[in-house]
């Protein structure tokens, strides 16, 4: 079992930084693959970025270049860093685990509760 527990989220304007964080209890987290989803109102929850057990990323076409995850095995945490918000970004971030790789056609066992980021304009 995988407990995981986002923190960051918050209120920004148009252009600012966020950076959120995923910390996860359990064992073996070098062994899984870490991944951010967003569902805004109204919509489908949607693939952002993921890192894999070996840290290789892969990201949405909407964030590539603005959005860096990455993973720091001793602290068992993930991040995803979120420059030159918009507001289209608003949305509940979830973060998510799954054993070694998560693609967008991913369906990850283990989800957090999630964090409100708001962007506005």
């Known amino acids: 079992q995988v407990q995981l527990v986002e923190s960051g989220g918050g209120l920004v304007q148009a252009g600012d930084s966020l950076r959120l964080s995923c910390a996860t209890e359990g064992r073996a987290f070098s062994t899984y693959a870490m991944g951010w989803f967003r569902q805004a109102p109204g919509k489908e929850r949607e693939f952002v970025a993921a890192?894999?057990?070996?840290?290789?990323?892969s990201y949405a076409d909407s964030v590539k270049g603005r959005f860096t995850i990455s993973r720091d095995n001793a602290k068992n945490t993930a991040y995803l860093q979120m420059n030159s918000l918009k507001p289209e970004d608003t949305a509940v971030y979830y973060c998510?685990?799954?054993?070694?790789?998560?693609?967008?056609?991913?369906?990850?066992?283990?989800w957090g509760q999630g964090t409100q980021v708001t962007v506005s304009a």
């Open positions: 890192i894999n057990w070996n840290s290789l990323t």
């Open positions: 998510a685990a799954q054993k070694f790789v998560i693609t967008i056609a991913t369906m990850p066992a283990y």
